[in-house]
């Protein structure tokens, strides 16, 4: 019975997605499912893409939080529409908290919608949003077994960022290995190893976001 009833909720969930997703085309709006372990540097990361990007595109933000609208405050600093979900004790994002996120956005004034999901490695990889494109913030303090400990996560996306790279002189954390792991069970996933902090990396990931909205754009 449990079962049954897990499965109407996500058929649901899928209905909804696709509804968004049918908004966001009309509206030529690409959205990017970001998510990550609480504290991974989500947050940074949209900021830093924001920065980046901003010269060439119309950025708008949806943040998914339980509680609070600490990131919404620092996203909104930055001048750009921005929606804060609080989920009330849910660990993911999903499409219907989405669907009334976007009747509160300026659609027209968007061109790249940037998510950031809750903090958690597990549910959120199970419910589409309505998103283009999903991509996980992993950070090197949490180590690089994470690919073997949450593979759904690590198969459901299309991109891994690799945060906090400055810290990789003083945490075991073998790249490499993670990479190679990450490979081994999504072999179409696109590996950027970054630091928010020092903004190494940034520019490789913006690019390749920016060419994959725009592929005749970015030649
Ligand atoms: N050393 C280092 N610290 C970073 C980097 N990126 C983010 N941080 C720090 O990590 C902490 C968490 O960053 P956030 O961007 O808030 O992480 P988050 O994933 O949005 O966190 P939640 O929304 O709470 O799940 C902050 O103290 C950041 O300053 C980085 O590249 N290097
Ligand atoms: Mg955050």
Redo the contacts with the bound molecule.
Sequence with gaps: MEIKVLKDILGANEQIARKNHALLEQHGIFAVNIM?S????????VLQTIKTLRSKLKVGVIEG?IASTV?AELVGKEGVPVVQINTGGECHLDANMIQNALNNLPLKSIELLLI?NV?NLVCPAEFNLGEHMKAL?A?VPEGDDKPFKYPLMFTTVDAVII?????LPYVKFNLEAFTKAIKAINAKVEIFP?????GEGVQKWAEWLFARMRPAAAG
């Design positions: 990550a609480p504290g991974a540097g989500k947050t940074s990361l939080d990131d950031e903090g913030v950070s945060n906090k790279t400055d810290l970054v630091s928010c902090t020092t």
